[in-house]
């Protein structure tokens, strides 16, 4: 399960959220933060050849207002107990002054 939503945002304040991922061991994923420029940027929170991509952060201070929207996708390792399976999330942040 992916979280289910992030928090509301500030125009020109520091933002921070996390997500999760619990729907296994995420091998691969993509993003899109949508406008670009919106002051936001999404990175694994802890990553090494023992880890995986389950755990992101985002960061930033916001440069518009209205509505930011972060489209996620990946892929999750096959086990012993889980098919591999792929997963599809979108987020809307909504900037306020």
Known sequence: MLSESLPNAA??????AEI??????VRSDSYHIKPE??????????FDWNNSY?????????KVNGT??????GTTYVTMR??????????????EE
């Open 82 to 95: 889980c098919p591999a399976s792929q997963f599809k999330k979108i987020y809307t942040i909504k900037v």
């Open 11 to 16: 125009f020109g304040k520091p933002y921070y």
């Open 54 to 62: 389950n755990d992101f952060t985002i960061k930033g201070t916001p």
């Open 68 to 73: 930011i929207s972060i489209e996620f996708t």
């Open 37 to 46: 420029n919106s002051g936001l940027e999404l990175s694994p929170s802890y």
């Open 20 to 25: 999760n991922i619990n729907v296994g061991v």
